[in-house]
């Protein structure tokens, strides 16, 4: 079973709908900006850990950390916004052709948002290969 770890520094952002702009008769969409920036960070960071895309079933774990308000300083879990599942998608379709062909590769995913103490806001990331694997708790046995 074959994993790579790596955090990547920054405020995570979560993806958002593409935006739709008519103007003359003409029709296109975009990725928000800020959106398509953080997508870029993340697979900057994740080209250098990867030498080609893992193939095959793919496992994902992410733990992103998100700045503490004042109003939360007891607090360990982000109760609020961005949703979770945003912060996910944006971190999932950055991968693509870096840690894996593409995001429809993976199977299995479990993240967490929590609040961060000290440090800066950042995500940490887990890929695994599934390839070997009958389940998520089984390994085939070899020979």
Request: glycine content about 4%; charged content about 30%.
């Amino acid at each position: 079973m074959q994993h790579v770890y790596f955090e990547v520094k920054g405020q995570p952002v979560p993806k958002a709908r593409a935006r739709t702009v008519r103007k003359g008769g003409r029709t296109w969409s975009f990725t928000p900006k800020k959106v398509a920036v953080w997508e870029k960070v993340v697979k900057e960071e994740a080209k250098k850990h990867f030498e080609r895309p893992l193939t095959g079933p793919i496992q994902v774990s992410m733990i992103f950390y998100m700045e503490r308000p004042q109003s939360r300083r007891k607090d360990v879990w982000v109760p609020t916004t961005p949703d979770l599942d945003n912060l996910e998608k944006a971190v999932l379709d950055a991968l693509n052709e870096v840690a894996y062909e593409d995001d429809r590769f993976v199977v299995a995913k479990n993240a967490q948002k929590r609040y961060i103490r000290r440090e800066e806001p950042h995500v940490c990331i887990r890929v695994t290969s599934l390839s070997k694997q009958v389940s998520i708790d089984g390994v085939l046995e070899s020979g």
